[in-house]
């Protein structure tokens, strides 16, 4: 069964730095994208990122350009997200996901995500 | 402001028939990418429910159902039941943006 698992909720203060993480089981790690999807207290999905864990190729949506970091390592099969300092803006429940994804002389196109995590909760309060 | 567009809300009553709107724009669903919908229960992680615009994973109940014309795409939801009641949200792909979500359908079952 293919499945990611998330590391628990974290509280953190303003300023402070982040790494959580998204480990993948019952797949080859290596060899398929993984996402991150930020949803905002009471709010919608947004679509922050994804990379390739063979050979770290990193993709930022341009509102999340700059803002946080994504990684993986590959031997422990485990992607993260992180942050240098944190914001009280950063509050919020943090997915990854697989995404489905298509190749073409174009370049890559992303599609569905399935599974997901089961999420992360991060809080970040004076 | 998200690029697709939902509408905030919907219902129905049990045993009815609902859709839910997704509207995109040419560098989206209008240029050809697919759309996809997720079901999110409350306190819980979303879940596929339709991708490449109208397939539906395995376990899914047929009562849900996937459709795009242009720029939109629409979930349908038939034989309503209580369990139902969940937030609904369409996903595409933006040629300048990369991936995109709708903004959130609440589906109440009165």
């Known amino acids: 069964e293919v499945q990611l698992v998330q590391s628990g909720a974290e509280v953190k203060k303003p300023g402070e730095s982040l790494k959580i993480s998204c480990k993948g089981s019952?797949?080859?790690?290596?060899?398929?994208?993984i996402g991150w999807v930020r949803q905002m207290p009471g709010k919608g999905l947004e679509w922050m990122g994804i990379?390739?864990?063979?050979?770290?190729?990193?993709r930022y949506s341009p509102s999340f350009q700059g803002q946080v970091t994504i990684s993986a390592d590959k031997s422990i099969s485990t992607a993260y997200l992180q942050w240098s300092s944190l914001k009280a803006s950063d509050t919020a429940m943090y997915y990854c996901?697989?995404?489905?994804?298509?190749?073409?002389?174009?370049?890559?196109?992303?599609?569905?995500?399935?599974?997901w995590g089961q999420g992360t909760l991060v809080t970040v309060s004076s | 402001q998200s690029v697709l567009t939902q509408p905030p809300s919907v219902s129905g009553a049990p045993g009815q028939r609902v859709t839910i709107s997704c509207t995109g724009s040419?560098?989206?669903?209008?240029?050809?990418?697919?759309v996809h919908w997720y079901q999110q229960l409350p306190g819980t992680a979303p879940k596929l429910l339709i991708y490449?615009?109208?397939n539906r994973p395995s376990g899914v109940p047929d009562r849900f159902s996937g459709s795009k014309s242009g720029t939109s795409a629409s979930l349908a939801i038939s034989g309503l039941q209580a369990e139902d009641e969940a937030d609904y949200y369409c996903?595409?792909?933006?040629?300048?943006?990369?991936?995109?979500f709708g903004g959130g359908t609440k589906l109440t079952v009165l």
């Open positions: 996901a697989r995404p489905s994804y298509y190749y073409d002389s174009s370049g890559y196109y992303f599609r569905w995500f399935d599974p």
């Open positions: 019952g797949y080859s790690f290596t060899s398929y994208w």
């Open positions: 990379i390739y864990p063979g050979d770290s190729d990193t």
């Open positions: 040419s560098s989206n669903i209008g240029a050809g990418y697919d």
């Open positions: 490449g615009n109208s």
């Open positions: 996903q595409s792909y933006d040629s300048s943006l990369g991936g995109v």
